[in-house]
């Protein structure tokens, strides 16, 4: 079965420090990875995704995201944190059952403080 | 760029009655749209797969009779939850995919009350 984790609820961070939001994942063949954000009481904004190619992907707002696939991991990076990025952030892998609809399976969410 | 449009973003109806919400595709063509439900600080839960001309997919546990889903054009899908009650008071996002489903946008959600 195909699945995302994100294994912190919330990760905080000092405004201008760099930061980390992890997401592992759980699928047969290549996966198709995305991140969205979510801020209060609105929908999910599109960060970025990884599809093929380099593994290094950058994205939205200064983000980037590191594809590896040994580990299984798509970890959501940015080098210096703002206050505006905290928010509700998502991992989610494009479901392969699915075929090309673009339904995807979601991690729990991982909350983003940034403190000034 | 893409967007995909919900109406309306807050909504509170009576228990017993029903509310529509609308999830359209401004600028592209979605054949297929989704829907979810979320409850405060929780991930997405898939409710059902919206299909073009004809019927939704529900994931297990949804009721198709309580949520009905109609896809009628291109740029259109519905969501309406029938004799609401407060246990269905919820965040309904939609989504649409373009580019064969390698992006996937996401309405900005409406928060259903019931009282």
């Known amino acids: 079965a195909q699945s995302v984790a994100q294994p912190e609820d919330q990760v905080n961070v000092a405004e201008g420090n760099p930061l980390t939001v992890k997401c592992t994942y759980s699928?047969?063949?290549?996966?198709?990875l995305f991140w969205y954000v979510q801020y209060p009481n609105r929908g999910l904004q599109f960060l970025l995704k990884y599809i093929t190619g380099d593994n290094l992907v950058k994205g939205s707002y200064g983000f980037e995201a590191e594809f590896n696939k040994s580990q299984t991991s798509f970890h959501l990076k940015k080098p210096s944190a703002l206050v505006s990025d905290s928010a509700l952030y998502f991992c989610a892998v494009r479901d392969r059952g699915s075929g090309n609809t673009g339904k995807l399976i979601f991690g729990q969410g991982t909350t983003l403080q940034v403190k000034p | 760029g893409a967007v995909v449009s919900q109406h309306p973003s807050r909504v509170i109806c009576k228990s017993g009655t029903s509310v529509k919400i609308e999830c359209r595709s401004l600028d592209f063509q979605a054949t297929t749209m989704f829907w979810y439900r979320q409850f405060p600080k929780q991930s997405l839960m898939l409710m059902a797969t919206?299909?073009?001309?004809?019927?939704?997919?529900?994931e297990q546990g949804v009721e198709k009779d309580k949520f009905l889903i109609n896809h009628a054009s291109l740029t259109l899908s519905t969501l309406t939850v029938t004799s609401a009650h407060p246990e269905d008071s919820s965040f309904y996002i939609c989504?649409?995919?373009?580019?064969?489903?390698?992006?996937?946008?996401f309405g900005e959600g409406s928060w259903l009350t019931v009282v």
């Open positions: 989504s649409a995919p373009v580019h064969s489903g390698n992006t996937i946008y």
């Open positions: 699928v047969s063949g290549n996966p198709y």
């Open positions: 919206s299909n073009e001309g004809s019927k939704a997919t529900y």
